[in-house]
C-alpha cells in the first residue's frame, strides 16, 4: 500500500472499476484545509485541491505511514504456515521499518531476489508468528560490563 504524510490516502474509482471491482486508484492526502477536508495533489492543475471535488472519488482510507528509520532485525525471525500439512517454514528477518507513528514494521528478505519486503498480516498470506531472538544466540549484544574509569 502506498504511504502518505497524513497516513490517509483518498481512493478514486471510475464506474467500470465499480461494476468489475477493480480497487481504482489510490492518491496520498497531503494534508488537511482548515475545515478539515483532505486535500491532495492536482497534477493537471498543480495545486492542492479537495479530494471530494472529483467526481469518482469513493472514500479515505488508511495508507502505510512513513519510513522514517530502519532498525537491524538481529536474531529476529518470520515464521510461514505451509500448505499439505509441510512443516513450518522459518525465515531470519532482515530488519525493521519504524514508522513515523512509532509503529515498527518487520521486513523478510526475498532469497531470489535479495530485496527486503515488508511483512504484514496480509502480506505473505502465510506469515503466522514472529520469534524473538533465543537468548544467547550471536544475534544478542555481548554486555560489555561495567564501565571501565
Known amino acids: 500500500m502506498a ?11 471510475t464506474a467500470e472499476e465499480r461494476e468489475t471491482k477493480q480497487p481504482g486508484r489510490l492518491a496520498p492526502v497531503t494534508r ?16 492542492l485541491v479537495p479530494a471530494r471535488e472529483f467526481d469518482n472519488f469513493v472514500a479515505l482510507v488508511p495508507g502505510d505511514r512513513p519510513v522514517v528509520a530502519a532498525l537491524p532485525a538481529a536474531g529476529w525471525r518470520a515464521v510461514y504456515a505451509q500448505d499439505g500439512g509441510q512443516p513450518d517454514y522459518v525465515e531470519d528477518l532482515v530488519g525493521w521499518a519504524v514508522h513515523d ?4 514494521t518487520p521486513i523478510a528478505a526475498d532469497p531470489e ?7 504484514t498480516t496480509t502480506s505473505p498470506a502465510n506469515a503466522v508468528r514472529l520469534l524473538p531472538p533465543v537468548p544467547g ?6 554486555n560489555p560490563g561495567p564501565p571501565v574509569d
Not at 504511504?3 to 474509482?13: C, D, E, H, K, M
Not at 507513528?101 to 515498527?104: E, H, L, S, V
Not at 544466540?137 to 555481548?142: D, M, R, Y
Open 32 to 47: 488537511w484545509d482548515e475545515n478539515g477536508l483532505a486535500l491532495i495533489v492536482d497534477e493537471a492543475a498543480g495545486r
Open 137 to 142: 544466540s550471536h544475534a544478542h549484544p555481548v
Open 101 to 104: 507513528n512509532g509503529y515498527a
Open 113 to 119: 531476489l535479495m530485496i527486503g519486503e515488508p511483512l
Open 3 to 13: 504511504s502518505s504524510p497524513t497516513g490517509w490516502l483518498a481512493r478514486f474509482q
